[in-house]
């Protein structure tokens, strides 16, 4: 459903927000691609891009939430995608996943983080 089977080195708070998410697709799928009870490869593809980009967050468990990142590491087009995705899905999310949705709401709260510091080392 998009979750790797391996996300035991991920700390509570991506494997959180990976959940979110994830079930924020299937509801958006789930309504604007005809009901199906998996994704449709576009969503699916879209939702491929957004866990890997929340696995290698420059933050780690000290991710805040993408709207409120100094550092943008979508590319416009899926900006605006997962926007879209988000504004459709996230009133849903109070009804489908109530404690999903509260705790990204209270994590949305949250100061920035200080930029990052780039832990890949160039010559």
Known sequence: MGLPADTRSLGPRLK?????IA???????????????????ECQADLDYC???????????????CKNCITHCYSPRMQERVRAVMRFAG????WRHPWLALLHLLWDGRRKPARAV?????P
Do not use: F
């Not at 009133?91 to 109070?94: E, F, G, I, N, S």
């Not at 780039?118 to 160039?122: F, H, L, P, R, V």
């Open 91 to 94: 009133p849903k999310m109070l």
């Open 118 to 122: 780039e832990t890949s080392a160039t």
């Open 51 to 65: 866990l890997r980009r929340i696995d290698k967050c420059p933050y780690g468990e000290e991710k805040p939430t």
């Open 23 to 41: 079930a924020m697709y299937r509801i958006y799928c789930r309504h604007q691609h005809g009901g199906r009870k998996s994704l449709c490869a």
């Open 16 to 20: 959180r927000e990976r959940a979110t």
